[in-house]
C-alpha cells in the first residue's frame, strides 16, 4: 500500500523555468492540498481539490498552477520558477477534508 | 477556527509520559482538536483527534477539558524517535487545516 508518494523529492531548476511537482495517492481520497514550508512560516495552503476537476486557491496561491484530472494525481506547475519558491512542498490527502495524510515532501531550490 | 498556544519547546525523559498542553479558550462548539507532529525532514504525520470527549490510539492520547478550552496530548512512553514539532491544531468539520509554530519536543535519553 503505497498511501501518498511525491516526485522528485529533491529539485533544483533555474529561474524561469518551469517545473511541475507530482502528487500521487492510492486511497481514493476526494480532497488533495499543497502546501509549502519555509523557516519561519511553518506551513502554508497553496492549492486545494475537493474532486477531480475542482480546485481552489489557498493561503499563497500566487506564481503555482494545479489541474486534477484524475483523483489520485494532483500535480502542482511553477510556470516560471523564482527563487523565493525555494521550499519543501507536501502534498496531503483526506477523505472528507478532516484528517490529512501527508507525503514525504519535494525540496525545491531555485537558482 | 480558533486560535491555539502551545509552549514554544520542552524536554522529556526517554521512557516517561510526554505530556503536551494546548490552550484554544475561543473554540467553538462544532471545532475539533486536531494533533500532528513532524519529525525532522519529513511530512506532518496525524497522531489523534477529537471534539470533547478523550480520545486514545496508538500512538496517544488525548484529555480535552470539560469546558473544551484547553487539552493535553500524552504520549505514554516516550521514545528517541518521538523528537519532533507537535503541532495542535482547532478547526470545524471541513475546514482547512492551519498550521502554528508547534511546540519542538526533545526526547533525552
Known amino acids: 500500500d503505497a498511501g501518498i508518494t511525491q516526485s522528485p523529492r529533491y529539485k533544483i531548476t533555474e529561474t524561469g523555468r518551469q517545473v511541475t511537482l507530482m502528487c500521487h495517492q492510492t486511497?481514493?481520497?476526494?480532497?488533495m492540498f499543497w502546501y509549502r514550508q519555509d523557516l519561519g512560516h511553518g506551513l502554508r495552503l497553496i492549492y486545494y481539490?475537493?474532486?477531480?476537476?475542482?480546485?481552489d486557491k489557498g493561503e499563497v496561491p500566487d506564481g503555482y498552477v494545479v489541474s486534477r484530472s484524475k483523483t489520485e494525481n494532483f500535480p502542482l506547475t511553477l510556470e516560471s520558477a523564482t527563487r523565493s519558491q525555494t521550499s519543501v512542498y507536501f502534498c496531503?490527502?483526506?477523505?472528507?477534508?478532516?484528517?490529512?495524510?501527508f507525503g514525504p515532501g519535494t525540496r525545491l531550490t531555485v537558482l | 477556527d480558533a486560535k491555539t498556544t502551545q509552549p514554544t519547546s520542552m524536554d522529556c525523559a526517554e521512557g516517561r509520559a510526554a505530556n503536551l498542553p494546548c490552550n484554544h479558550s475561543?473554540?467553538?462548539?462544532?471545532?475539533?482538536v486536531y494533533w500532528y507532529r513532524q519529525i525532522h525532514s519529513q511530512g506532518p504525520q496525524y497522531i489523534i483527534h477529537?471534539?470533547?470527549n478523550n480520545e486514545t490510539n496508538e500512538m496517544a492520547s488525548l484529555i480535552i477539558t470539560e469546558d473544551r478550552k484547553s487539552s493535553t496530548l500524552i504520549l505514554p512512553h516516550a521514545t528517541l524517535r518521538d523528537t519532533a514539532v507537535y503541532y495542535c491544531?482547532?478547526?470545524?468539520?471541513?475546514?482547512?487545516?492551519?498550521f502554528g509554530g508547534g511546540t519542538r519536543v526533545l526526547v533525552k535519553p
Open positions: 475561543t473554540i467553538s462548539g462544532n471545532e475539533y
Open positions: 477529537g471534539l470533547k
Open positions: 481539490s475537493a474532486a477531480a476537476d475542482i480546485t
Open positions: 491544531i482547532v478547526k470545524a468539520a471541513g475546514n482547512k487545516l492551519t
Open positions: 486511497w481514493s481520497h476526494s480532497y
Open positions: 496531503a490527502s483526506s477523505l472528507w477534508a478532516d484528517t490529512q495524510y
